[in-house]
């Protein structure tokens, strides 16, 4: 069941599901929160978590911002397009969403982008912050030219040449970042791609303004994150390389890292069990 919390003027759109400890669910870049699988979300209240996913804003049936005529992302990502919100309000939403649940903290996942904003949570409100699992992104507030150095360009000239459909479009963007070391959901991927165009048509103007968001916040150092951390990546994850992960967590004193070969920018459900259970061991310290 949808429901929704307030952020100021921003309503953010998310769904609860089991109970226990406390887990909230940070998607990625321009993604709706059913891009996180209700298999894995299903694989972690049986593991005895509350887990929550939310819509960012600017994305799915939270609020969304004034479209951008030919959004240049590159030009966000370089701090050449004014940003019309920040990560920090992005932290904020994530807060608004926990305190809707009668939570003063909780466990916190992130995944691409969300991975960042989990980081940024953990370091700048640590009493809110009980464990973080950073999955398939890179350390937060490094600047842009040293997360231009993780990224792989090949994805992006395949991203290119996606097609008018923007169904297809959506399945070919999770196709082009899943794990080619597993095979590729294809029908979960066509059925997320559906409900996710049903909800809210894709804006690619959001990709620009999230970016610019992240651009525009100055992240505390990660090295003063004291939460329990698990640091998740894919040694053949089409879009970030793997070092990334390493080094997030070299920057957090005691966090642990795990690189899982043949996966990608998605956790692939053949690994659904792995990732849960070193969730549940992280999540026990926390």
Avoid at 29 to 43: E, N
Avoid at 50 to 79: H, M, Q, Y
Avoid at 128 to 135: D, G
Wanted: include cysteine; hydrophobic fraction near 40%.
């Amino acid at each position: 069941m949808i429901r929704y919390t307030e952020n100021g003027d921003v309503r953010l759109a998310y769904e609860r599901f089991g109970e226990g400890e406390p887990l909230l669910l940070i998607m990625g870049l321009d993604f709706q929160m059913v891009w996180w699988p209700d298999g894995f979300v299903q694989k972690l209240v049986e593991a005895g978590f509350a887990v929550v996913r939310f819509d960012n804003r600017d994305t799915g049936l939270s609020t969304s911002f004034a479209p951008v005529e030919a959004p240049k992302p590159f030009r966000a990502l370089l701090g050449r397009v004014p940003p019309v919100y920040t990560a920090r309000d992005m932290l904020d939403d994530a807060l608004a969403v926990v305190d809707a649940q009668g939570w003063s903290s909780a466990h916190v996942m992130g995944g691409s982008m969300g991975a960042a904003l989990a980081q940024g949570l953990a370091a700048e409100n640590p009493e809110r912050v009980r464990s973080v699992i950073s999955a398939m992104g890179a350390p937060a507030g490094i600047g842009v030219l040293r997360t231009l150095r993780y990224l792989r360009p090949g994805v992006f000239r395949r991203l290119a040449r996606l097609g008018s459909d923007p169904e297809e479009q959506l399945v070919e963007i999770y196709r082009a970042v899943a794990s080619p070391g597993y095979p590729f959901p294809e029908e979960w991927a066509r059925e997320a791609a559906r409900i996710s165009h049903e909800r809210h048509p894709r804006d690619q103007g959001t990709t620009q303004r999230q970016l610019a968001a992240g651009r525009a916040h100055r992240f505390a150092p990660l090295a003063t994150i004291t939460a329990p951390t698990l640091v998740l990546s894919g040694r053949d994850d089409p879009l970030i390389r793997w070092q990334a992960g390493r080094d997030t967590a070299r920057a957090i004193p005691g966090a642990r890292f795990v690189c899982h070969p043949g996966m990608g920018h998605a956790i692939p459900a053949e690994l659904y069990d792995d990732v849960v259970g070193e969730i549940v061991s992280v999540t026990s310290r926390g």
